[in-house]
């Protein structure tokens, strides 16, 4: 089941195309943590680059973005590279993230396209879901990011 607004966003570690991540280690700023199905499809591509686009407004608002997928470490690193992402990609190859905030998709394979925005304290306080474009997810988390 799908992590809910005013739920605590649990705590990981992981690999990423930036080198490790800690999420607790982000306390005291915002983290939009957006996962995604697969790495180098039209969606998740938009998506991307829309996060990279807005990524200088997110941190002039004191957040951090963070993308998530069953993707390799590999694969990560070079949809990072090939898009000129700045923010950190991490590799949930073994699935224990994208199970833990429940977006893992119905037939178990990749996460679904679901973005949580946590505050500095670590709470989740929206949760982006069953948008019609991929892209919108950068936008309207910039939005929640800035009136929060």
């Known amino acids: 089941m799908v992590l809910e607004k005013g739920q605590e966003a649990p705590d990981f ?6 080198g490790r991540i800690k999420l607790s280690s982000l306390r ?5 943590l957006y996962f995604y199905p697969k790495a180098f499809t039209p969606g998740c591509t938009r998506e991307l680059q829309r996060f990279t686009e807005l990524y200088e407004e997110f941190k002039k608002n004191n957040s951090e973005v963070i993308g998530v997928s ?3 470490l590999n694969t990560q690193k070079k949809f990072s590279e090939k898009y000129n992402s700045t ?3 991490i590799s949930d190859k073994e699935k224990q993230i994208v199970n833990t905030y429940g977006v893992i998709n119905e037939k178990g394979t ?6 949580f925005i946590i505050d500095e304290n670590g709470k989740i306080i929206e949760v982006l879901k069953n948008l019609k474009k991929a892209e919108e997810h950068a ?5 929640i990011v ?3």
């Open 13 to 18: 570690e992981a690999e990423s195309s930036k």
């Open 28 to 32: 005291g700023k915002k983290v939009v």
């Open 70 to 72: 069953v993707d390799s």
């Open 87 to 89: 923010f950190p990609l």
């Open 110 to 115: 990749s996460a679904q396209r679901i973005t």
């Open 139 to 143: 936008d309207k988390a910039l939005e």
């Open 146 to 148: 800035k009136s929060n």
